[in-house]
């Protein structure tokens, strides 16, 4: 089968393309090759790169950006979506692409804005889904994310809105004012219950019972403990595998001495089947 070498025009590189395909890339910079079927003209169709904005429309800039994202390429990747952005303010697909990654990448939250571009220029729900769920990944617990995501999806289009503004400006918060709010927004949700438990553990090791007399635990203690026997009995009315996943965490915190007097309290609590 014939091949035929060319260079690459943008950085110099080999290019080979195989006489019976439409396109190639370049080995070097992975330049996009296209080739008319006259294949005596093909050094005259090398008219799109990867890499390079000139010529390119929207959609093109987009498939780009993501092909850049798929070879580790962020920030090439995020210039794209910018020059797709600039071409088209109302592109979601661009504005997706540029909150994922970073959006003006001057900081952490510098995604936040262009989430929020994101989501207005949303024209369906699943765009508004998808928005939704990429956003809330900058949250510091995977279980608070997940519990907001399962909540978004089936709360109508009001709720939706205010789930989503809330969910903006807890990005970058402390977890413990994260999960007050999901608590708020999924009351009955066992894994934002845990997700609070697992946060609010370290202030029970090494803790003790008050008094020879008095063999409860302190208050700030109890209060621990009383999140932990929520989202337990929460799992266990959801289902066998949820209430082994808590189960399974306070087993492995009565492997650590610090935690045994908690334990046993605990323990004692789930046996006898609550407060």
Not at 105 to 120: E, F, I, Q
Not at 154 to 170: I, Q, S
Not at 197 to 225: S, Y
Request: glycine share 6%; proline share 2%; with cysteine.
């Amino acid at each position: 089968m014939a091949q035929i070498k060319l260079t690459c025009e943008q950085c110099g590189g080999s290019v080979e393309l195989d006489n019976t395909r439409e396109f190639g890339f370049c080995k070097h910079c992975k330049g996009k090759i296209l080739i008319t079927p006259d294949i005596t003209n093909v050094t005259q169709n090398i008219t799109k790169h990867v890499y390079g904005h000139q010529g390119k429309d929207v959609e093109e800039l987009v498939v780009d950006g993501n092909k850049l994202l798929e070879l580790g390429n962020d920030k090439k990747a995020n210039e794209k979506f910018k020059k797709a952005i600039d071409i088209e303010p109302k592109c979601w697909h661009a504005w997706l692409g540029y909150a994922t990654t970073g959006g003006a990448r001057t900081g952490y939250l510098s995604c936040v804005p262009a989430y929020k571009n994101a989501y207005n220029a949303a024209t369906e729900t699943e765009q508004e889904i998808e928005t939704f769920k990429s956003m809330v990944r900058h949250l510091p617990d995977r279980d608070f994310a997940d519990a907001l995501i399962k909540e978004y999806k089936v709360a109508d289009v009001k709720k939706r809105h205010e789930m989503f503004d809330l969910a903006v400006g807890v990005i970058g918060c402390d977890e413990s004012e994260i999960a007050k709010l999901v608590i708020d927004l999924c009351p009955n949700d066992w894994r934002v219950w845990f997700a609070l438990a697992k946060i609010r553990q370290l202030r029970v090791r090494w803790v003790e019972t008050e008094g020879f007399f008095n063999k409860k635990l302190p208050r700030d203690a109890m209060d621990v403990l009383n999140v932990f026997m929520r989202a337990y009995q929460l799992a266990k009315n959801e289902s066998e595998a949820a209430k082994k996943l808590v189960l399974s965490h306070i087993s492995s915190m009565a492997n650590e001495q610090s935690y045994k007097v908690f334990v046993r309290e605990l323990n004692a609590q789930i046996e006898h089947g609550g407060y």
